[in-house]
């Protein structure tokens, strides 16, 4: 089966998400400028421990071979050990993101101890000016020493995952050698307007020439560095990047939040993309199967005010996140688009018109302090 052929197929749906993503709680140590979920405090509503259980073996059952899970800062959870060993025994592989706080010489162990388990530590600069400009001060420190305990731990390879932003394409030569250097593997993705990030998405996405840039790195580098597929609206700059380069919320992917409210898509957590609760009747599979969100995303896709451009059909108009989040129609061209029609809708934006992301778990007053600082040369 072709690329093409196999896309097609995937737009109308799966009997399961190929890539779930569950975010484990809001609580965080850190307060990162462009947090997708705005965490920093725990919600009280929070899934407990037979909860999260039950969740895992609705997955089971819907054949679903492995989970995406992150936070907040998952670790921060007493009961993390005990939901991914669950996850694994039945049959369902763990990737989990991290800042890495948690993960010391004892844990470490524990981690390369256990099958079916893959480990991203976050880090969004290959020094610490960088990436603590983004992340708080002492967060390029405490990844390094996660990734030193995990090397000396041999958990084998893990991954690197960061955001792409104005201030580090310059070193993304610097953080594919990095990974390199702990035999991990280098993930790339694309910084969304979502969270906090909308407030910070003006100031940090790249630009238009960096975009070129990153796309030129991509194919050069691309079969070697994970991306999911978040850099398919580059298409329209030449051949396509590796990978399915396609919109896949509520598709092929969704998102489980802390207290069991399911989303298309990990970077849409608003009410409009909310699909249902894992604690209604008919649990996580109704939704998947049934929900009316879901239903119409799957349905074909009209090109809108892209139908006229050439280059649709390479990027299929662009991220629907980064659109909905900067209040470009769903069916406007992506507020990143690399021929410029983005920036001409967001032009005439009206500031009152952008949807606001919720909800909001932000630890206000650090939060401030830190956006005050980001002035990165």
Known sequence: ???????????????????????????????????????????????????????????????????????????????????????????????????????????????????????????????????????????????????????????????????????NVSQLDAFKKLADSYGAQLRITRLRPAGRGADTWHELHPTNAQQREIYDWLMAHGENVLTGDSFFHLNALGPALPGLNMCGAGRVVCLIDPIGDVYACPFVIHDEFKAGSIRDEGGFARIWRESTLFTELREPQSAGACASCGSYDACQGGCMAAKFFTGIPLDGPDPECVGGDGEHFLANVSRESVPTPTPDHSKLVTIRRRQESLTIG
């Not at 569950?22 to 965490?39: D, R």
């Not at 020094?127 to 405490?142: C, L, P, Q, V």
Request: aromatic residues 8%; hydrophobic residues 40%.
């Open 1 to 167: 089966m072709s690329v093409e052929s196999l896309v097609t197929q995937l737009k109308s749906g799966l009997d399961a998400p190929i890539c779930l993503t569950w975010e484990l709680t809001y609580a965080c140590n850190l307060q990162c400028i462009h947090c997708l979920s705005s965490s920093g405090r725990r919600d009280p509503r929070e899934l407990s421990t037979e909860e999260a259980k039950s969740v895992i073996d609705q997955l089971r059952d819907m054949q679903v071979f492995y989970v995406n899970i992150g936070g907040g800062e998952p670790m921060v959870r007493r009961d993390f050990f005990e939901i991914i060993e669950y996850s694994t025994a039945n049959g369902i592989g763990v990737k989990f993101s991290t800042n890495g706080a948690y993960i010391d010489a004892e844990n470490a162990k524990r981690l390369a101890a256990m099958d079916y388990l893959d480990i991203q530590i976050s880090l969004d600069g290959t020094d610490a000016k960088t990436n603590d400009a983004i992340r708080g001060e002492g967060s390029f420190d405490t990844a390094i020493a996660a990734m030193n305990n995990l090397r000396d731990a041999g958990f084998g390879e893990f991954k690197i995952s960061v955001v792409v932003t104005r201030h």
